[in-house]
């Protein structure tokens, strides 16, 4: 069993930054593929980035250029730098675990954080 815990999410202001943290409690082969994903009011779910164990990332079109996913295996974590952010990124974020990219990005997920709200005010 692996729970996930995020951090870091808050108010900022259109093009500022914000550093989103999860940490994983144990390791299995359902975090070799790591990922957030985000949810905004009245809107369904959505890939947002995924990292596999040798840190390939991938991102939506939408936040190319503007997030950087990271991971660190020694300390089961894995980050989501937001840079210019918008308000359109307004919503809630989770980390994700499965045992694949592919997995992860069609939503086929092992494990979900709780989320962490993230709101970028105009």
């Known amino acids: 069993q692996v729970q996930l815990v995020e951090s870091g999410g808050g108010l900022v202001q259109a093009g500022g930054s914000l550093r989103l943290s999860c940490e994983a409690s144990?390791?299995?082969?359902?975090?070799?593929?790591m990922g957030w994903f985000r949810q905004a009011p009245g809107k369904e779910r959505e890939f947002v980035a995924a990292?596999?164990?040798?840190?390939?990332?991938y991102y939506a079109d939408s936040v190319k250029g503007r997030f950087a996913i990271s991971r660190d295996n020694a300390k089961n974590m894995v980050y989501l730098q937001m840079n210019s952010l918008k308000p359109e990124d307004t919503a809630v974020y989770y980390c994700?675990?499965?045992?694949?990219?592919?997995?992860?990005?069609?939503?086929?997920?092992?494990?979900w954080g709780q989320g962490t709200l993230v709101t970028v005010s105009s």
């Open positions: 994700a675990a499965s045992m694949s990219v592919t997995s992860l990005k069609a939503q086929r997920v092992d494990y």
């Open positions: 144990g390791r299995s082969s359902s975090t070799n593929a």
């Open positions: 990292i596999s164990w040798v840190s390939n990332t």
